[in-house]
């Protein structure tokens, strides 16, 4: 076969001993001891199956010739090379939603330790540095990729010490690092997770259906959807179900409802790949014979386009405030989190498609709507992605899986890109 790798020829892998190593792998960590027992799979930051995770991790990583860390915020840092050699780094999370899949993130962590095995089998001195980020999913403390944020500069140290805090007790991000056994303190006296990266290759399941229905093992993603999180707080008046003529209402719910409606019809009419949601709605006092006084509502917005997110959080927020006004209630927008849309690195993804091109898999390039710590990433050090495909497109849900074959595919693809991006 042609070879992307500057070896002469295509490197081919053991694809059904790396199948069978990362289903051995994705098995162990589906258990008791890693998870949640109670709410499969739930394991996010400085809960204890998180701990015993990257324990496990370690353990697999130090078995490849790499050694371990975890810097002051719990990111995993491993490196097969002596600091200050341009590596290629590998990786994902190992943290889940709540009640989540068995794939998502530490499926991409475990290849990125195949690409590593392999390479060395195949007696290829690649320098590697494998890296599992702290709290991509938000489960622990309400905000999406910590540890890429804070390891790129794209969000101030001290918010992990004064405003992000624990959705369970309330407690820092700090606190919890410092029970942990971390200390988050000495952040800026160690290196970042970031440096002496050459390139950054994240392996992921698609979390969506395009490559199923497709027929395709593989996707190289080119660009990621930007992303708007916020707060929509109604006020109205809580009045009793039965005596409150409807005329008379100041319902908050209703004004909740309206303004779901309007966003997905937004989101419609945007298009531009826009996609749009209400995750969270709570009402108050929440009970069957009192109408609502007040609602609280998640707007999730997303596109590749930054534009096409602005327009949408614009027009929902003006909307939302005119069907309030309409029956004498407040309507009071609250930004959480802006990630802008993200484009990768031209010459990886190039990389990558050859590699998958001369691997004779079906693929596509193709943008992620999810959002990945290579978004934070990407503005630092050359990045991109590969997908694997899920089936029916389910994820964040125990109904979660992606096939193990195909994930062998993909290191054998990032392997050859890794070897074509050494050898430049």
Same mark, same amino acid.
């Given at each position: 076969?042609?070879?992307? #790798? /500057?070896? %002469? ?5 053991? +694809?059904? !001993? ?5 289903? @051995? *792998? =994705?098995? $162990? ?109 938000? #489960? /622990?403390? %309400? ?5 890429? +944020?804070? !390891? ?5 140290? @001290? *918010? =992990?010490? $004064? ?181 990768l690195d031209e010459h990886v993804v190039a990389a990558l498609c050859d590699a998958a091109a001369a691997s004779e898999s079906r693929w ?61």
């Open positions: 076969m042609a070879s992307p #790798s /500057g070896t %002469g020829t295509y490197v081919a892998i053991d +694809r059904d !001993a790396c199948a069978e190593r990362l289903a @051995r *792998a =994705l098995a $162990d960590l589906s258990t008791g001891p890693f998870t949640d027992p109670a709410a499969p799979i739930t394991r996010y930051a400085f809960t204890d199956p998180y701990l015993r995770t990257l324990d496990y991790l370690s353990e697999r990583l130090s078995g490849c010739g790499f050694d371990p860390r975890l810097d002051p915020i719990g990111n995993l840092v491993a490196r097969n090379c002596a600091p200050g050699i341009a590596a290629i780094g590998l990786g994902s999370h190992c943290d889940s939603v709540r009640g989540g899949g068995r794939y998502d993130g530490i499926l991409g962590v475990l290849a990125g330790i195949e690409v590593a095995r392999v390479a060395r089998e195949h007696g290829f001195d690649l320098p590697f540095q494998i890296v599992s980020w702290v709290e991509e999913e938000a #489960s /622990g403390f %309400g905000q999406m990729l910590l540890g890429s +944020r804070v !390891a790129s500069g794209a969000l101030d140290p @001290r *918010a =992990l010490r $004064d405003s992000v805090r624990s959705l369970d007790d309330g407690r820092s991000f700090y606190d919890h690092a410092r029970s942990a056994g971390l200390d988050p303190e000495r952040l800026g006296e160690q290196p970042t997770a970031l440096d002496d990266l050459a390139v950054w290759i994240e392996p992921h399941i698609e979390q969506a259906r395009v490559l199923e229905d497709a027929g395709e093992q593989i996707g190289v993603v080119e660009a990621i959807a930007g992303y708007v999180h916020a707060d929509l707080e109604i006020r109205g008046q809580a009045d009793h179900a039965g005596a409150t003529p409807m005329g008379l209402r100041h319902d908050a719910g209703i004004v909740a409802a309206q303004t779901t409606i309007a966003l997905e019809q937004l989101a419609l009419e945007t298009g531009r790949g826009a996609v749009a949601t209400v995750g969270e709605l709570a009402l108050e006092p929440g009970v069957i014979n009192a109408i609502p006084g007040r609602a609280r509502m998640s707007l999730d917005v997303r596109a590749p386009d930054a534009d096409a997110i602005e327009e949408i959080v614009s027009a929902i927020t003006g909307l939302a405030t005119s069907f309030a006004e309409r029956r004498g209630l407040t309507a009071t927008a609250t930004e959480r989190q802006r990630v802008a849309p993200t484009p596509r390039r193709m943008v992620s709507g999810a959002a990945h710590d290579t978004m934070c990433v990407a503005r630092h050090v050359p990045s991109a992605m590969v997908f694997i495909p899920c089936r029916r497109g389910i994820s964040h849900s125990p109904a979660e899986y992606a096939s193990p074959v195909d994930a062998a595919c993909a290191v054998e693809i990032v392997l050859n890109a890794a070897l074509a991006l050494g050898a430049r």
